[in-house]
């Protein structure tokens, strides 16, 4: 499915902000991914949580799908997929080029220039982009086998804000995978984007900072897969006007004024 | 020979990049390490030298989303 790899689920869970490692460990479990997301930052002389960070993530035996989170620029996103490659051992990237602070809207100009840098190096690289159909040409012509358009803004849980242009997307690259990535917030956005022929959700703070994050995890598995079935067995599109599920032909004539 | 590991200064006699990570304590960890923003591929590092003054960074894998 992402570069040749065959993925059996269509979730990829993000690894930050869960109140214990144990708790995320569960999680992982619940959700049934097997590409889990991971990030780099600078690793203290003394302070070792990284070092331990990396034994948790080898232990788990997945995918991880490293990414360049807070990357402002071309050459800082450039240098941290470097970085991130040579750490995870993975041509992987999620490329994260960050145009707006509040937003934490892509800039999607240094995200295509990123892109082709990095394809041209090597790279199997997941742009986490808008639904912008001409940024996602651009993307494809740089050599990115995979998109990732955001539902909404990183950890706003408000789920997918343009409907109309996710689908848009989806119709323009009938094959390229494309994953709905940022901005769920319950598992009725994940199943809603499976229904408009997404083939995969990326999420995090969704389940990180759900009460039960485990749980949550649980119950994004189910709406995936249940999302994913509704897309196969065709979903109807909306009418105008209504339509008697009841068959009206044979119906008793019973008279009334 | 002054140099800045992740903005914090610190005065070595190490010639290397490989030599500075060992004596400050890094030797073995899972890191990676860019010099004044270029990356430093961990097999370049012996051959990396320093100047007074080199900005070095050192990055560990974390939780990220």
Known sequence: ?257 | MRIFLNDNAHDVDAATLAAALESLGFGGRKIATAVNGRFVAAAARPSTKLADGDRIEVIAPMQGG
């Not at chain 1, 002389?45 to 490293?66: E, K, M, Y």
Request: a negative charge.
């Open chain 1, 1 to 257: 499915m992402f570069y040749g790899v065959d993925l059996s689920s269509r979730l990829l869970l993000g690894t930050a902000r869960y109140p214990s490692p144990a708790i995320l460990e569960r999680a992982i479990k619940a959700s049934g991914a097997e590409v889990v997301t991971v990030s780099l930052r600078r690793e203290g002389g003394d302070a070792r949580s990284g070092q331990s960070f990396w034994q948790f993530i080898q232990s788990l035996g997945l995918r991880v799908l490293p990414n360049t989170a807070g990357c402002h620029s071309v050459k800082e996103a450039v240098t941290t997929a470097h970085m991130a490659r040579e750490l995870f051992d993975t041509p992987w990237i999620k490329l994260e080029v960050i145009g707006d602070a509040d937003t934490l809207q892509p800039d999607v100009f240094g995200l295509v220039e990123a892109a082709r840098i990095l394809s041209q190096d090597g790279f199997e690289v997941f742009p986490y982009t808008t639904e912008d159909l001409v940024v996602a040409d651009r993307l494809v012509e740089a050599g990115c086998r995979v998109l990732m358009p955001w539902g909404a803004p990183i950890g706003s849980a408000r789920g997918l804000n343009n409907v109309y242009g996710l689908k848009s997307l989806r119709a323009h690259f009938p094959d390229i995978p494309l994953v709905v990535d940022a901005g769920l917030g319950v598992p009725s956005h994940a199943a809603a984007a499976m229904e408009l022929g997404y083939d995969a959700v990326l999420l995090n703070t969704a389940v990180a900072e759900a009460g039960d994050p485990v749980e949550m995890a649980r119950a994004f598995a189910l709406a995936v897969k249940a999302g994913r079935a509704a897309h196969l067995a065709q979903p109807l599109e909306p009418r105008d006007m209504a339509q008697p599920s009841t068959p009206v032909i044979g119906k008793a004539v019973l008279g009334g004024i």
